[in-house]
């Protein structure tokens, strides 16, 4: 099983959907989550971290349900700047290396 | 603005050459990241520094990469000699331990074609 893993996608929304996404993480000690965006062609860029409470910013939601060991994210009223694969980021223990999951893409189209 | 400077960022080479990929971490963090990219299998570490010094490149395949910190504002990444299956976008990435925020800062990447 794989440390991190999420559904490659594509998920295709139309604008102003609403649209969520899962990461399941298999090691329970793990500390840290967060998301991260890539866009086309470009680097990943941290889009937000994962708080045990859930956090929110804008029209993207995080949650953390560490009973079943994943992370989802939330994106509300979908723009098309959204198109973009959005990736998973988990941090374990003390080693401060972040395990990347192979990413989500979202399509949004008019 | 601070940023990861990667050189080069377009590298087109055939098949048996050395390549090297250069990175300049932002000032201030003490960790610094290589990553390698492609379809089929996302990103994958290569290497990873923590004040300089190699903590982790089991990622990375010993017989024809090599990746070194000789400063704090420079980090390689050579591949000799390189394989048609080395091309990919690598990416280095730099953060800190300090305060655990878990942030990566990447670079725009290094895309290789081996020919």
């Known amino acids: 099983r794989k440390e991190v893993e999420q559904d490659p996608g594509p998920f295709n929304v139309p604008e102003g959907a609403t649209v969520a996404f899962n990461c399941t993480y298999s090691n329970s000690a793990s500390q840290s989550f967060f998301w991260y965006r890539q866009d086309c062609r470009k680097e990943p860029k941290l889009l937000m971290s994962v708080y045990s409470s859930g956090n929110e910013d804008g029209r993207f939601t995080a949650q953390l349900n560490r009973a079943s060991q994943y992370i989802s994210l939330l994106i509300r009223d979908s723009k098309l700047s959204d198109s973009a694969t959005y990736l998973c980021v988990v941090l374990t223990g003390g080693s401060y290396i972040p395990t990347f999951g192979r990413g989500t893409s979202l399509i949004v189209h008019p | 603005d601070a940023r990861v400077t990667q050189t080069p960022r377009h590298k087109v080479t055939e098949m048996g050459q050395e390549v090297t990929m250069r990175c300049q971490p932002i000032l201030g963090h003490n960790t610094v990241f290589w990553y390698r990219q492609t379809m089929m299998q996302g990103l994958e570490l290569l290497a990873y520094f923590r004040n300089r010094a190699p903590l982790d490149d089991s990622g990375m395949p010993k017989d024809r990469f090599s990746a070194e910190m000789p400063d704090a504002t420079l980090a390689t990444l050579k591949i000799q000699p390189s394989e048609p299956r080395d091309s990919a976008v690598y990416f280095c990435?730099?953060?800190?331990?300090?305060?655990?925020?878990?942030?990566?800062?990447f670079g725009e990447g290094s895309r290789l074609t081996v020919l």
């Open positions: 990435a730099s953060g800190r331990t300090s305060g655990n925020t878990g942030e990566l800062f």
